[in-house]
């Protein structure tokens, strides 16, 4: 496996794609490592088969970034957080094949690194999960949720709840459509909260169970419930379309005037 520059474009197969992490240590600037990652990988993960990749010392801490045009941002990535979900967001020539003139990749530097421009400020611990919180209070749970959402994390898990605070706006962070395929078949908590989640598991329950399942939206008006109905409506409508009968598919989207109704009582 080549750690230089001059490869030629890397194979990619189902959700699973070969990203460049290119390093930003004081040994070698131009060196960098493909690196295939899935799903399930973390950028925790991620940085180990880097580390180990490139023969790094794996005594020193290393954080991942990711860049993205425009303005070349760089964003920190939490050890929890998955870099596929954010590859999935990238132009299409740049999931396949991002050398760092195109404006899309991933950097691995040290975690001690804090000079010029490429300063990344230390954050508290995030918790896609609430019941994970070490202490469990209202002012720990308020401060949780505060913290995701500056970071654009608009969904919660509490268990099996999912919490979702209205942005007032549209985020393509969350609604890409690879997201639904993304979701589908994965267990609650193997991926980072999402509306997609809570509505595959319900899908798969009812089909594995053959129980009617319920999903309760419930909130203050103005909480976003239309909105995340529609997205549940979307997903469950995709799913059925292309795996089971089209009586099914029939059935959820004659849901959309129920919902709609509801939110009125």
Not at 24 to 50: E, F, K, M, W
Not at 63 to 89: F, K, M, Y
Request: glycine share 8%; net charge negative.
């Amino acid at each position: 496996m080549s750690t230089t520059e001059g490869a030629g474009p890397p194979e990619h197969d189902g959700e699973a794609r070969v990203v460049q992490i290119y390093t930003r240590l004081p040994q070698d600037a131009a060196t960098y490592c493909p690196l295939q990652v899935s799903a399930g990988d973390t950028a925790r993960s991620v940085i180990h088969n880097a580390v180990v990749t490139l023969g790094l010392n794996a005594g020193q801490t290393y954080s991942l970034l990711e860049v993205r045009r425009p303005g070349r941002e760089e964003r920190l990535l939490e050890a929890g957080d998955r870099p596929l979900e954010r590859v999935l967001l990238w132009p299409p020539i740049a999931q396949r094949w991002h050398p760092q003139t195109h404006g899309y990749f991933f950097i691995l530097q040290d975690q001690q690194a804090n000079n010029g421009d490429n300063q990344v400020e230390n954050s508290s611990k995030d918790y896609d999960d609430l019941c994970d919180l070490q202490t469990v209070t209202e002012e720990g749970i308020l401060e949780a949720l505060r913290q995701r959402f500056y970071r654009l994390k608009i969904y919660t898990y509490a268990g099996n709840i999912l919490i979702a605070i209205n942005p007032n706006k549209f985020l393509p962070l969350y609604y890409n459509p690879k997201y639904v395929k993304m979701y589908e078949n994965q267990p609650l908590g193997k991926l980072s909260p999402h509306i997609f989640a809570i509505a595959d598991v319900a899908l798969r329950a009812m089909l594995n169970r053959q129980v009617n399942q319920c999903i309760v939206l419930s909130g203050e008006s103005g909480s976003g419930k239309t909105e995340s109905s529609s997205y549940l409506i979307h997903c469950l409508t995709a799913i059925s379309k292309k795996t089971y009968s089209s009586g099914l598919e029939r059935t959820v989207l004659g849901a959309g005037p129920v919902l709609e109704v509801g939110h009125f009582v």
